[in-house]
């Protein structure tokens, strides 16, 4: 089962543009992570944010969670047709020491033109 | 420093052959993941091993499926017999041990089942 659900399922923007993408999950969690899939490809990790913070910054990403409304966003500013790939939100919901698993949502398709 | 290598990239057999998948983790990283993909879908966990120990294996259906990670190094996940509905991206992870920590994932296995 998938805890995590983005919105929207697909994004088209133009070069310059900001994109902005939603994830939603049911459960209490230790952390969110964001991880991008270019087509055919392995995951790569972007960021992750614990459940203790709001907000978090990496180079043109900014998460922000809000555990009260159990949503978190991803914004990437002045995007580049190099950002076209599937943008999922993975959550831990474990109990803590060895008891944690990531849940990966359905993921947004996120498309830059150039 | 190399990445996390799976092979084979592409399989294809017929349903009712067995086949099997190899992962090498990223060198140091104690803890490895075997995750399904689906078309359409967030990577879903099927087992992890902490060393050499399978310490989440809740997901593995294991009528058919079973992996193994002698010396706590690499892994191989197998499926005897293969059905249709196995058909999906085969994706190996490694990360340091414990939460908190990225998952970083090879390019996947495509297994196409006929």
């Known amino acids: 089962s998938q805890q995590g659900e983005e919105d929207p399922q697909a994004l088209s923007i133009q070069e310059g543009e900001n994109a902005t993408m939603n994830c939603s999950y049911k459960t209490s969690i230790n952390n969110l992570q964001w991880y991008r899939q270019n087509s055919g490809r392995g995951l790569v990790h972007l960021i992750l944010i614990r459940s203790n913070e709001r907000e978090k910054h990496s180079g043109r990403l900014r998460v922000t969670l809000d555990t009260s409304k159990k949503s978190s966003s991803l914004l990437i500013t002045a995007s580049r047709a190099a950002d076209t790939a599937s943008y999922f939100c993975?959550?831990?919901?474990?109990?803590?020491?060895?008891?944690?698993?990531?849940?990966f949502g359905k993921g947004t398709l996120l498309t830059v033109n150039p | 420093e190399a990445g996390v290598v799976q092979s084979p990239r592409y399989k294809i057999i017929e349903k009712k052959q067995p086949v099997a998948f190899w992962c090498n983790p990223i060198?140091?990283?104690?803890?490895l993941y075997w995750y399904r993909q689906n078309l359409g879908q967030g990577p879903e966990l099927l087992i992890r091993y902490e060393n050499e120990e399978a310490v989440d294996d809740s997901q593995l259906p294991k009528d058919r499926f079973s992996a193994e990670r002698l010396k706590g190094v690499d892994s191989t996940l197998k499926i005897q017999p293969a059905e249709l509905g196995d058909s999906a991206v085969y994706l190996c992870a490694s990360s340091f041990w414990g939460r908190d920590n990225e998952q970083f994932f090879g390019p996947g296995t495509r297994l196409t089942v006929l």
């Open positions: 993975a959550t831990d919901a474990g109990s803590g020491g060895s008891n944690y698993k990531l849940t």
């Open positions: 060198s140091g990283h104690n803890t």
